[in-house]
């Protein structure tokens, strides 16, 4: 009988809502005290306030610079275990420039580096690396992956799904991050900025992205507050709250009712309408046009709300509306028989005229008198009493106030039903619907029943939302998508942060019980953890208590916050976390490797004034940092796992570090910083740096998954690291990735080594930070003599527009026009073409553009060494303006020739010119001074006059560009040796980690 007792407590639990675990109710039941291992879960180490430990004594004192190597070495002398010999140089710059800003340095730091041999040498690389622009860039983006950041919302229906405004929070946390924003003041802002005295500086604001920025679950607001609970706990304090929504907490401390607590915090808070400016629009022409087309959109959408208010506010006051919304207000459960039927009501009306009618009760209200006396008839007696109703009003003695239009009424004839007496009171209402106050003070007592500023039918146009059919609400999402859609993709929409505000009027919180919104069980008001507080937490008092919730996290009473977060900056310079569980600190994570160096950083990480480049100095300055990554025999067997840190660990690069070093080695990084975000998997591909790419929630690029990129759709603690056929394929055959091989080539210290050993040094120095070792060279020469002996054609004929440089005499720029129209190229579909003006080519000549930088270039490239003989005619044929000029250039030997040709023909034949496999020679036509009437025509013709026998010189004798003339080749052309070459060097192992 004792299993049935347990078995009917848990169902009266149940049946009576009381929100408890089944291990606290079988507790309870059985008379034990609920949840016994709570005391001991609030005793878990993270839990406890950490405190300065001393720092042990070690056997190799002359091995510790600061306290961090003293607890690194104890550990590892306690484990009979040696630290690693120091790293090279060259690997030391290296690990501490991708630690920092994510891409590799330039041979000259390397070199800068390796002659300094004073003490702080390293020291003043950190420093110089902190104060780089690119270091907040690079740890910006890991603070992103908490964040779960994204540029779109995820799924949606048929709103917009991107976010204008979210590159303003990526922006701050990179700001925040150059600027050494103290750690305390970027949790707090990122939280409650708009609780804090900002003063004219309100870009902050932009903080709360921090909030606003995670998926929105179909507008589900207790999911979208749920992982606003989840990113703040999981990622400034190890806590996995997300647990206690439904129940207490299986393993950690923390009550179903701390839970809704905090939720209570982020149910009275709302996404303001409008986000409020952080920053000034420029007032240029773009941005006239940007605001001509906003009012265009927001005034449709006014005009459409507007004709719906009115429409509604029409059918709100007709007679047969009232008498529904009154049956409604009066009788809400459907199976009563008075109930008028209508299922096509609003309920935001039915509750306001609930109320309205509640309010008459109460004040006896003469005109709705008659209409409580006829609700309180029972349905089924109704037409037996109705009759009697109307004559306890009137004006005599005994009589009940009544209003004389209402008794008028109902004086006639009694009422068969209670739909009857509402129909009668929509009838007698709606006849005195006028727009303006009536004379007659009875009229207009029946005119105020509607048109009154709190009348149940006078609905706000604030207010018609509420009120939305789904046809008026589908056409409304279209306009607001649109408004939507040109804030995100307008370059001239001015910032604006996706803040949060505190709601007007504060609601009170229960606790959901098993997370069922429509079960609601004991009011709680918002306070913090009382697993970190006590069990008397005091609650919040200002507002939502968000700032007092920021607050509290920021503090350095706070036990979880600082340890957190140095454990995160030790998981980035070291490749694991003290804790290796780093956005679970609960008592179920793993146990700190060091538990005394973790508490010693996060308290000196306060005293420092939670200052994180003090952090990194602390860190990085130490021997255990700057030891080799080489692991001996003894460290792999004792310690497979480096747990105790005998060694450097190995780490490969993430994704952003992969591709902006791919990016930075050719020397054409775009520096640009902040703005919208940009798609980096389409061509022209973009140069800016990876932090800078439009993220998409649901649509993630295959791109970003093949290289384990943080999923946007909740909070990530680390990345993945895998190893998958994608990755080398990309590195392999993904055009970005050979457009840069390509252009690591043109770089000057490159393109100018003739003597194939001598390039091959300077891809190493600018790739490796290190000179090649003799078998490299061999292996490299031998590779290049092997394809250039293949005899691969190139693409004889280019087409494009550059510039010639008057005092080299030779090319400039070379840019390749893009568009094809079947018979000429030229810069787009339509000429001129806005970017590139007037600039043509066909197979019989052309037209140049309208200034020297888009002179029109016809360019030839060399298939093998030989002589050659150039002759062609170049003639303008028109009678106005001025002519044109051509040059014939050499990439080897400079300007060849020049000739104008001004209403008529200039002929030109060069003997025996000399070109080498690869060499191009530019026929070159500029506009001269007028830019007018410039066509011309000019079809060289290139002739092999001798040639070396050689593999390779068996090809084409003649060159004709009128007959050679045509379109984009059918597939793409062949790399090079040399670009092959390139490629092979960014794809190996030594480009894509650390050490």
Not at 195 to 205: A, E, I, T, V
Not at 309 to 327: F, N, P, V, W
Not at 457 to 463: E, F, G, H, S
């Amino acid at each position: 009988m004792v299993l049935g007792t347990r078995v009917r407590k848990l169902v009266v639990a149940g049946l009576l809502g009381l929100g408890i675990s089944v291990a606290g109710a079988l507790a309870r039941a059985e008379g034990t005290p609920d949840k016994p291992a709570t005391n001991s879960a609030k005793k878990h180490w993270a839990y406890q306030k950490p405190v300065e430990p001393p720092v042990p004594s070690v056997k190799d004192a002359g091995w510790v610079k600061n306290p961090v190597d003293a607890f690194i070495l104890a550990k590892l002398e306690e484990k009979g275990l040696r630290p690693a010999p120091p790293a090279d140089k060259r690997t030391l710059i290296r690990r501490a420039y991708f630690d920092l800003i994510g891409v590799p340095p330039t041979p000259q730091d390397v070199e800068v580096f390796e002659a300094d041999h004073s003490p702080d040498a390293f020291a003043k690389v950190v420093d110089t690396l902190l104060a780089d622009p690119r270091y907040g860039e690079r740890w910006g983006r890991y603070w992103l992956d908490v964040a779960r950041y994204a540029d779109t919302k995820g799924y949606v229906f048929q709103e917009e799904r991107r976010y204008p405004y979210a590159y303003t929070y990526r922006d701050y946390v990179i700001r925040a991050f150059n600027e050494d924003l103290p750690y305390d003041r970027f949790l707090t802002e990122q939280i409650a900025a708009d609780l804090l005295p900002l003063g004219d500086d309100k870009r902050p604001l932009a903080a709360m992205g921090f909030l606003t920025l995670g998926r929105r679950f179909l507008n589900a607001k207790p999911d979208i507050i749920d992982d606003r609970l989840d990113v703040i706990c999981r990622g400034t304090m190890g806590v996995t709250i997300g647990c206690a929504r439904c129940h207490d907490h299986k393993f950690d401390p923390i009550p179903t009712r701390d839970y809704y607590s905090l939720y209570a915090i982020f149910n009275n808070s709302n996404e303001p309408k409008d986000p409020p400016l952080i920053g000034e629009a420029v007032h240029d022409a773009a941005y006239e046009a940007f605001e001509k087309e906003l009012k265009k959109r927001e005034g449709e959408l006014d005009k459409f709300l507007t004709d719906k208010h009115a429409e509604l506010g029409t059918a709100l006051r007709s007679s047969k509306q009232i008498a529904d919304y009154l049956m409604a207000a009066q009788f809400q459960k459907p199976s009563d028989e008075r109930d008028s039927g209508a299922a096509d009501l609003s309920r935001f009306v039915i509750g306001r005229w609930k109320r309205y009618l509640e309010q008459a009760a109460q004040k006896h209200d003469a005109v709705f008198a008659a209409w409580r006396a006829y609700a309180e008839i029972p349905a089924a007696d109704f037409a037996q009493k109705a009759p009697a109703v109307i004559e306890q009003f009137g004006q005599g003695e005994g009589k009940k106030p009544i209003h004389p239009l209402v008794l008028k009424a109902f004086a006639e004839s009694p009422p068969a039903s209670m739909r009857e007496v509402a129909e009668r009171y929509g009838k007698l209402i709606a006849e005195f619907d006028k727009p303006e106050p009536l004379a007659d003070a009875d009229q207009e007592a029946l005119r105020q029943v509607i048109r009154a500023s709190d009348a149940p039918a006078n609905i706000q146009l604030a207010d018609i939302d509420k009120v939305y059919k789904h046809d008026v609400r589908d056409k409304v999402t279209g306009f607001k998508r649109k408004i939507e859609e040109l804030k995100a993709t307008n370059p001239s929409a001015p910032p604006r942060a996706m803040a949060l505000e505190d709601a007007k009027n504060i609601e009170p919180q229960r606790v959901f019980i098993r997370g069922n919104q429509g079960n609601p069980g004991d009011e709680v008001k918002p306070h913090f953890l009382t697993v970190l507080t006590g069990p008397e937490s005091q609650p919040f008092t200002h507002g939502s208590g968000r700032l007092e919730f920021a607050q509290s996290i920021a503090s350095k009473e706070n036990p979880l916050t600082a340890r957190v977060m140095v454990n995160r900056v030790w998981l980035r310079h070291f490749g694991f976390g003290i804790v290796r569980t780093p956005s679970d600190f609960g008592t179920r994570s793993d146990s700190p490797t060091h538990p005394e160096l973790l508490d010693h950083l996060a308290v000196q990480f306060m005293a420092n004034g939670w200052s994180i480049k003090k952090l990194h100095r602390e860190m990085m300055l130490t021997s255990v940092y700057q030891q080799s990554s080489v692991a001996t025999a003894d460290a792999s067997q004792r310690d497979a796992q480096n747990l105790f840190l005998s060694h450097m660990n190995r780490r490969r690069l993430d994704f952003e570090a992969v591709r902006d070093s791919l990016i930075a080695v050719t020397g054409k990084m775009d520096t640009k910083m902040g703005g919208k975000a940009v798609d980096i998997t389409a061509e022209p591909f973009t140069h800016r740096r990876t932090v800078y790419a439009f993220i998409d929630r649901q649509n993630l690029p295959g791109l970003f998954r093949n290289f384990d990129f943080a999923s946007p759709d909740t909070t990530s603690p680390q990345r993945f690291s895998t190893t998958v056929p994608q990755q080398a394929l990309f590195m392999m055959n993904s055009p970005f990735a050979i457009q840069e091989a390509k252009a690591l080539l043109e770089r000057d210290e490159v393109k100018s080594e003739q003597d194939p050993a001598k390039r091959i040094t300077q891809l190493y120095r600018i790739l490796y930070n290190r000179n090649p070792i003799a078998d490299e060279i061999t292996l490299g020469t031998s590779f290049i003599a092997a394809e250039e002996g293949a005899g691969r054609d190139a693409v004889a004929w280019q087409y494009g527009y550059g510039e010639y440089d008057e005092s080299a005499h030779r090319t400039r720029q070379f840019t390749p026009l893009t568009h094809f129209t079947g018979g000429a190229w030229q810069g787009g579909p339509t000429q001129p073409d806005p970017k590139t003006g007037w600039v043509t080519l066909t197979a019989a000549g052309g037209h140049p553009g309208n200034d020297a930088q888009h002179a029109a270039i016809r360019r030839w490239t060399a298939p093998a060494d030989a002589a050659i003989r150039i002759s062609g005619t170049l003639a303008h044929p028109e009678t106005r303006g001025d002519g044109v000029r051509a040059r014939i250039v050499c990439s080897r030997s400079g300007e060849l020739a020049s000739l104008v040709a001004f209403h008529g023909e200039a002929q030109s034949v060069l003997e025996n010119v000399e070109v080498k496999k690869g060499d191009t020679i530019d026929f070159i036509v500029d506009c001269r001074d007028s830019v007018e009437f410039d066509s011309f025509t000019w079809a060289p013709i290139l002739h092999v006059t001798s040639a070396p026998v050689v593999a390779g010189n068996d090809g084409p004798k003649e060159w004709n560009a009128a007959t050679d003339f045509g379109g984009p080749e059918k597939s793409p052309r062949a790399l090079s040796p040399w670009e092959k070459y390139a490629q092979v060097l960014l794809e190996s192992n030594e480009f894509v980690f650390v050490d």
